[in-house]
């Protein structure tokens, strides 16, 4: 198998749909750079993930650090950045060790964690739940790094925005409403005490760990802590309608009560519209964007329900 074939399609689609100018020079040396760092980690690459969409993963043995994934996010991608700032700077006990980075081609090497065939939901939650106690108030140095929260919402919006105008299409038009929401719920949040936070913390990327979990693929944001718990919350009711008395008691599970209640769903909101938005620039398929738009209706109902009852 030739390392071409270890980029999946949607990694492709995204890279050439955001990055066109860089992405062809990158994929021309991709060879010789994956076998640079072969040699340079002593890892032996045994395979990868098919699934992945803004980067490629390799699995193997290093000789230094026995089992190990390599992550290549290209280096001109911002999130390369991000992502190493956060394993390098979040407190979570809950990270999974970051062992070396290679900026040239732009990877990180990972600690390997098996995928257990049946998730154990109760884990995963009470791993989110701790993040609370181990929340970093956000300094200057992370503002250098990380975005706040609430430029990303507004830079993806007005793009989602533009494109509902430009298209006109009706299958995700009715996305404007929340997106409308959205900005409205988020200037409530002026004011409020800022975090250094994952910002990705959903169940996939929350791996079993002996009697807890290790957390990959951060994002990084400076938010509120509340939307720390958003990204677990929306994926939670993304595929799978749950009724509303589960889905309060799941946010009440990670909260712990340590945040108002309208607190938690209002970001909870936001944060599922923001994603909604950036499937117009993640190489999303026509269904998945329709799919995102009524998926984030989907969470303003579920807001509705609790918060005015």
Not at 142 to 166: F, K, T
Request: with cysteine; proline share 4%.
């Amino acid at each position: 198998m030739s390392y071409h074939d270890y980029i999946s399609e949607a990694t492709l689609r995204y890279l050439m749909q955001q990055y066109p100018e860089h992405t062809p020079g990158w994929l021309e040396t991709f060879t010789d750079e994956v076998q640079r760092l072969e040699d340079m980690w002593k890892v032996r690459v045994e395979g990868y993930e098919r699934d992945s969409r803004f980067g490629t993963i390799l699995y193997g043995e290093s000789e230094i650090y026995g089992r190990v994934a390599v992550k290549i996010v290209p280096w001109f991608s911002p999130r390369l950045r991000g992502e190493v700032y956060c394993y390098q700077h979040l407190p979570y006990r809950e990270m999974c060790p970051l062992y070396a980075v290679d900026d040239k081609l732009g990877a990180m090497l990972l600690k390997y964690v098996t995928v257990p065939e049946n998730a154990d939901a109760a884990k995963r939650e009470a791993a989110i739940a701790a993040l609370y106690d181990q929340r970093r108030i956000a300094n200057e140095e992370d503002a250098q790094h990380i975005p706040y929260y609430e430029n990303v919402l507004a830079d993806v919006s007005a793009n989602a925005l533009n494109e509902i105008a430009r298209t006109g299409d009706k299958g995700y038009a009715h996305l404007a409403l929340s997106i409308d929401r959205a900005e409205k719920a988020m200037a409530l949040f002026a004011g409020s005490e800022r975090c250094l936070i994952h910002g990705d913390a959903h169940a996939f990327n929350l791996l079993e760990q002996g009697d807890s979990c290790l957390m990959i693929d951060p994002l990084g944001y400076i938010a509120p802590f509340a939307f720390e718990w958003a990204r677990y919350l929306g994926t939670a009711m993304k595929e799978r309608p749950l009724p509303v008395e589960e889905f309060h008691a799941l946010v009440l599970r990670l909260t712990r009560h340590n945040a108002p209640l309208e607190e938690a769903l209002r970001a909870f909101a936001i944060d599922t519209t923001l994603r909604a938005c950036n499937t117009f620039i993640e190489g999303n398929t026509y269904e998945e964007i329709c799919f995102a738009a009524d998926w984030a209706r989907r969470a303003w109902d579920y807001y509705d329900a609790l918060v005015n009852t």
